[in-house]
């Protein structure tokens, strides 16, 4: 019965059913060809975890449309650049990389890589990431500089405007035509997160899904966010959706088992059908 509803319906239903099962405290914007389906205090400002690699990895690809900054160009992986949580540089035992900007931008999107945000850092400085965010029309979408220019923790957004990021990143207005091929096409990976919107579609569906998450836990409880877009089956970029989640439970698991994680994935079969 519910196939039948008029797409837009459909989403806006399986987003209250799924959030009210999660618990916490969400919020959210969903379209559809643009038209919202899910407009669920979409100016929200607040932590955005690792969902704002995506916006450090646009200003830094901004830079590149610029000419300020080449994906060839390299950067060494020192000792002090390590961070360890997601992401795969921290599994190495010993340090001393030449990376390209290419390859640390792909570790940042596909893998979340932590290390990878402190190479960006040295690579465009807080402060300077904060100015190029705000030249591409973003309010409150902020890394959080610290004393030292080359750190910064990952800051805040709104659903709002990690929706209007990838809106725009799609309709090619964010950036050149190159850079947004390569950064749709990291977080179209295979090697990506599977755990959430993707985790219960089939090869040929997860192949449709732009998607890129962030997990975290602060004096509130567990956060679980994720953001992307899904494509049709002949490639048009369709349905677009940023969904933030924090005050859960479970703050252990970062898996797809956490509650809020489970509706990602129930809200990823329903995006998916409708597009």
């Known amino acids: 019965m519910s196939a039948k509803l008029p797409p837009v319906t459909r989403l806006r239903r399986a987003y209250a059913r799924a959030t009210r099962r999660a618990g916490g405290d969400w919020a959210a914007l969903v379209t559809l060809d643009g038209r919202v389906a899910v407009d669920d205090r979409a100016d929200r400002k607040l932590k955005a975890y690792s969902i704002q690699k995506m916006a450090i990895a646009a200003a830094l690809l901004a830079k590149v449309d610029r000419g300020g900054l080449g994906l060839g160009q390299k950067i060494r992986l020192g000792p002090a650049d390590v961070l360890g949580g997601s992401g795969l540089y921290h599994l190495q035992p010993v340090h001393g990389d030449d990376l390209t900007v290419a390859g640390v931008l792909t570790a940042l999107l596909t893998l979340s890589d932590n290390t990878a945000v402190r190479l960006c850092g040295r690579l465009v400085p807080g402060p300077e990431i904060n100015d190029v965010l705000s030249g591409l029309g973003l309010t409150h979408t902020r890394v959080e500089p610290t004393a030292d220019p080359a750190r910064f923790f990952l800051g805040d957004t709104t659903p709002r405007e ?54 975290d836990r602060d004096e509130r409880g567990a956060a679980r966010h994720e953001a992307g877009v899904i494509f049709t089956a002949d490639d048009r970029p369709a349905l677009i959706y940023a969904l933030f989640a924090d005050a859960l439970g479970t703050a252990a698991d970062y898996g797809p088992t956490h509650p809020a994680v489970a509706a990602h994935a129930d809200l990823g079969r329903v995006m998916l059908e409708c597009c």
Not at 192 to 206: A, I, K, N, Q, S
């Open 162 to 215: 990690t929706h209007d990021l990838l809106a725009r990143l799609t309709a090619g207005t964010l950036l050149a035509r190159e850079t947004t091929a390569f950064l749709l096409g990291a977080l179209r990976s295979a090697a990506g997160y599977h755990d959430g919107v993707r985790h219960e579609l089939p090869g040929p569906g997860r192949a449709r899904v732009a998607t890129k998450h962030g997990a």
